[in-house]
């Protein structure tokens, strides 16, 4: 999901990086679908961690001992 926005990013705005970063030459729409599938996976993992967190606390509430 996070490489298909980078895509969709990299085509609607290709001098972005040209901006950010005027002093390299970076392919626009490669360097958006990096980025995006990069920040993609961390943010699924963070997602996925506060889950479980979530999980095991509300279990530890309703198990009776």
Do not use: H, N
């Not at 926005?5 to 392919?27: M, N, S, Y």
């Amino acid at each position: 999901m996070g490489g298909l926005f980078g895509f969709g990013a990299g085509i609607i705005t290709p001098d972005l990086f040209k901006r950010i970063i005027p002093w390299q030459d970076i392919e626009p729409v490669g360097a958006a679908i990096f980025f995006g599938a990069s920040v993609g996976v961390v943010l699924g993992g963070g997602l996925g961690c506060f889950a479980i967190i979530v999980q095991m606390l509300t279990q530890r509430g309703t198990r009776s001992s």
